[in-house]
């Protein structure tokens, strides 16, 4: 029988799919892929966490490690601040409960024009100079004190630090070094997107836990907005930006939260101590 070569048709190996069809398939699968793991890890992470007691966590995290002059701010270590350090962490001390007892917090001030406050792992509380400036009474500055501590409370410093650290190693894992690719960006920010929408959460179980804490110490919830009310006509550029882009709930449905504590108190608010209340902003 003789062999009798037959022509190839035409386009056997041309996919009938439009390219950018396939293009996005290709993309929706990697990010579902993506998302995936994150949320894996991220559990598993979250998990592993609450083991770690928070004694060791102040010890893996010293304060001596947290370098603020990368980040263009100037700790306060002049002998006329420290009895505002001093009054600072005094606070703290009495807005814990039993609960949270075998917490410990730092607290440095930092010279800054900007009215802020963080924490980082380990329980350091950071607050700046103009942040004082922006508190009316030392109830508003115990809010803030006490948002922080909750952040601590649940491990939300921690947890986000995790956090940063699983998307950072999944996109390095799966989109190797090319960190210019369009690609990359396009992960990138889906993942940063995820991020800043956990802390939207976290900022707000810490405004709950912030003012069951001021109430129990005041017996009231007076004072809670001060700083917000402060802020809200501060706010720069990144406020004005899509919700679901901010890292913190909007500062309005913030006060309107604490409003509706404040509108069934009675009692008066704790003055500031002059020496905290004429500080140098910065």
Do not use: C
């Not at 070094?177 to 802390?199: N, R, V």
């Amino acid at each position: 029988m003789k062999y009798e070569a037959k022509v190839i048709p035409e386009g056997i190996n041309t996919s009938r799919q439009n390219p950018l069809k396939e293009l996005f398939l290709l993309i929706t699968a990697s990010l579902s892929i993506l998302a995936l793991i994150i949320v894996l890890l991220a559990f598993m992470s979250d998990f592993l966490i609450g083991f770690i007691p928070p004694e060791t966590e102040s010890r893996w995290f010293g304060k001596q490690s947290i370098e603020l002059e990368r980040f263009g701010l100037i700790p306060e270590d002049q002998e006329s601040y420290q009895p505002v350090e001093q009054y600072l962490h005094a606070l703290i001390e009495r807005l814990k409960s039993d609960e949270y007892s075998n917490f410990e917090f730092t607290i440095t001030l930092y010279k800054h024009e900007i009215p802020n406050a963080f924490i980082v792992p380990g329980g350091h509380i950071f607050i700046s100079t103009a942040l004082l400036k922006n508190v009316d009474s030392e109830n508003g500055l115990a809010m803030v004190l006490a948002h922080e501590m909750a952040h601590q409370y649940k491990r939300h410093p921690l947890r986000s630090t995790s956090r940063g650290i699983i998307i950072v190693v999944a996109l390095a894992v799966l989109l190797g070094s090319d960190a210019d690719g369009w690609l990359y960006q396009i992960f990138s920010e889906t993942a940063t997107i995820s991020l800043l929408a956990f802390s939207r959460e976290q900022e707000r179980e810490a405004d709950e836990i912030a003012l069951q804490s001021l109430i129990e110490y005041y017996g009231h919830a007076l004072g809670s907005t001060e700083f917000f009310n402060k802020i809200s006509n501060l706010e720069n550029l990144d406020s004005r930006l899509p919700v679901f882009y901010q890292s913190h709930p909007g500062t309005a449905e913030r006060i309107e939260f604490l409003q509706e504590f404040i509108d069934q108190a009675t009692g008066e608010t704790t003055p500031l101590p002059d020496f905290v209340r004429n500080i140098p902003a910065g």
